[in-house]
């Protein structure tokens, strides 16, 4: 039982590269997140989706874009890095509303 | 504007002794509450809950309060172990939405 898992773990990106990280539930889960977490800040939520095919802006989401495409998968995408999103990104994914959320393990990116 | 806060960065307890984390809210419809364990290089964890609808909610050594009228909540450990050692964080939602607003975290050290 995984849970939820990102990857990659952790990632070095020079500033105007672009990634994609990638989260997948095995949960069948229909409501999933992607958080940053920095210093002083707490969790910030991204982005969102409530289903498949759905997504949604959260506090911070300039600079990422999503994509849910299956239920059980959740792209976050960045298309030009820049050094303040040097961050942990966690991905969540919750039953339903008031659901607990559940974690993946985060994924450290540097970007120089 | 943070709409749910936690004052306290750091805390420091003795073995045995009782921990009390807080959290102040601002928003009067937020209606569930969370508190998360996070230790380093992992996701967080869920670890009790509360609804607006109780003042108290228990689960073994953890036990959370809420104070709607003063909107604040905090979570006692009772008795405090070295592998509470971690970051807390609260999180609240509201009515009808699918999304937790994060505090800061607290980070609790309990010495042995």
């Known amino acids: 039982n995984a849970g939820v898992t990102q990857t990659p773990k952790f990632r070095v990106l020079k500033t105007g590269q672009s990634m994609t990280l990638l989260c997948a539930q095995d949960m069948n889960h229909e409501y999933m997140y992607w958080y940053r977490q920095d210093p002083g800040m707490g969790l910030r939520l991204i982005h969102y989706?409530?289903?498949?095919?759905?997504?949604a802006k959260g506090e911070v989401p300039d600079g990422y874009n999503v994509s849910r495409l299956k239920k059980q998968n959740f792209l976050l995408g960045l298309e030009s890095a820049a050094p303040s999103q040097t961050s942990v990104y966690f991905c969540?994914?919750?039953?339903?509303?008031?659901?607990?959320?559940?974690f993946g393990a985060g994924t450290r990116l540097s970007v120089l | 504007d943070q709409q749910v806060k936690q004052n306290s960065p750091s805390l420091s307890v003795q073995e045995g002794r009782i921990s009390i984390l807080n959290c102040d809210y601002t928003n009067s419809m937020f209606d569930y509450f969370l508190w998360y364990k996070k230790y380093p290089a992992e996701g967080p964890t869920f670890l009790i809950s509360i609804s607006s609808i109780k003042d108290k909610n228990e689960d073994g050594r953890f036990t959370v309060f809420l104070n709607k009228s003063a909107k604040h909540l905090s979570l006692h450990i009772v008795p405090s172990q070295p592998g509470d050692s971690a970051v807390y964080f609260c999180?609240?939602?509201?009515?009808?939405?699918?999304?937790?607003?994060f505090g800061t975290g607290t980070r609790l050290k309990v010495l042995a």
């Open positions: 969540a994914s919750s039953p339903g509303t008031y659901g607990i959320q559940y």
């Open positions: 999180a609240a939602s509201g009515a009808g939405t699918y999304k937790y607003i």
């Open positions: 989706s409530v289903g498949e095919g759905t997504t």
